[in-house]
């Protein structure tokens, strides 16, 4: 089995739509993280958590929430999702030491 | 400016040749240095880390320069197996920003 799983793994969704993304893990690790891909743009932070009661806005948080429901799982909400969305979507998790990140499989989501 | 730049590529190469990337990173405060592969439409995957004194894993050798605030990644003998995309990454020492940057990568082809 992965370590860590993503769901679902592509969505098509239209404007307005509210999705949520789901992140679990089964590692054991505290830190876990979203980001976002853009071609040309590499991976940008939208989320990171490093406890169950500890969240952190990353560099481009607006538009997105998230949700630690337990150690294992990191959910990633779109309230109202709008075209400039779209993107590659990857949960990763990491240690305390934060030097190595272990990434999911992607969500690849399209917002029309 | 981005806080990491690297070259888009593509790097087109015949198999057995030797590739060097190199990253420019504009942070001074920057503590830890990655280099990260990923394949077409896959989660990115650690491939090594960057030393102050150079390392070589293999046919790979990473390299840091930090007064001139660049890293590099030298390839030997490439293989088809090498084609992907390779990313670029440097983590902070400024604990307000408990993450990683990542580049937008360089791509690599390997041709037979």
């Known amino acids: 089995d992965a370590d860590v799983t993503q769901t679902p793994r592509n969505r098509i969704t239209k404007t307005g739509k509210r999705i949520m993304l789901e992140c679990s893990q089964t590692?054991?690790?505290?830190?876990m993280y979203w980001y976002r891909q853009d071609p040309g743009l590499g991976l940008r932070l939208i989320y990171y958590?490093?406890?169950?009661?500890?969240?952190n806005k990353g560099e481009i948080s607006d538009g997105y929430s998230v949700s630690r429901q337990a150690q294992a799982k990191f959910s990633l909400s779109l309230e109202s999702a709008i075209p400039n969305q779209t993107a590659l979507y990857f949960c990763?998790?990491?240690?305390?030491?934060?030097?190595?990140?272990?990434f999911g499989p992607g969500t690849r989501l399209t917002v029309l | 400016r981005k806080e990491v730049e690297q070259d888009p590529g593509p790097f087109n190469v015949p198999e057995g040749a030797t590739v060097a990337f190199n990253c420019t990173y504009s942070?001074?405060?920057?503590?830890?240095f990655f280099w990260y592969r990923q394949d077409c439409r896959k989660e990115p995957k650690l491939l090594m880390s960057?030393?102050?004194s150079g390392n070589e894993d293999g046919r790979f050798t990473a390299q840091l320069n930090r007064a001139s605030q660049y890293i590099s990644l030298l390839i030997r003998d490439s293989k088809l197996s090498d084609s992907a995309t390779y990313l670029c990454?440097?983590?902070?020492?400024?604990?307000?920003?408990?993450?990683?940057?990542f580049g937008s990568g360089t791509r690599l082809q390997v041709q037979p």
């Open positions: 990763a998790i990491g240690t305390g030491g934060g030097n190595e990140q272990f």
């Open positions: 590692k054991g690790h505290d830190r």
């Open positions: 958590s490093f406890d169950v009661k500890d969240i």
């Open positions: 942070n001074s405060a920057s503590q830890s």
């Open positions: 960057v030393y102050s």
């Open positions: 990454v440097v983590k902070l020492m400024d604990t307000g920003r408990r993450a990683l940057t």
